[in-house]
């Protein structure tokens, strides 16, 4: 095995991008939270595909996570809306079931896969 000096690129040794630097965070999660893709987030900020989705790779990189988050409070906020009509409403109990399970889903996928990540 070789033990000279190569070293394997790694995104903290490349400098952040300005547009990455400057992205406005909030639009981004909602447009996140909409269910755009990253490729048309890219299209959207006038990014280029592949810089972009260099970055967005990135595991708990900054696009990641805001990525994420953006679908994370969208689906926070549904579910929290749905608790407070579901009582004495049939229609939203159903629907706050189907998103518990959907979550439950996730969850179970996830750490099938990722360990749990």
């Known amino acids: 095995m070789n033990s000279g000096s190569t070293k394997l690129a790694k995104p903290e040794d490349i400098q952040e991008p300005d547009w990455l630097l400057n992205m406005n ?14 490729e048309k987030l890219a299209m959207y900020f006038r990014i280029v595909k ?10 708990d990189g900054n696009l990641d996570y805001h990525y994420k988050r953006g ?8 579910g929290l809306a749905m608790i407070n009509d579901a009582d004495g ?13 959907t979550i439950h889903f996730q969850k179970t996928r996830d ?4 360990g749990g990540l």
């Open 25 to 38: 965070w909030e639009k981004y999660e909602q447009l996140a939270a909409i269910g755009y893709s990253p």
């Open 50 to 59: 592949i810089e972009f989705m260099y970055w967005f790779m990135i595991p």
């Open 71 to 78: 679908m994370l409070v969208q689906q926070a906020k549904e």
């Open 89 to 101: 409403n049939v229609t939203q109990a159903q629907r706050l079931d189907k998103l518990r399970d």
């Open 111 to 114: 750490e099938i896969l990722y």
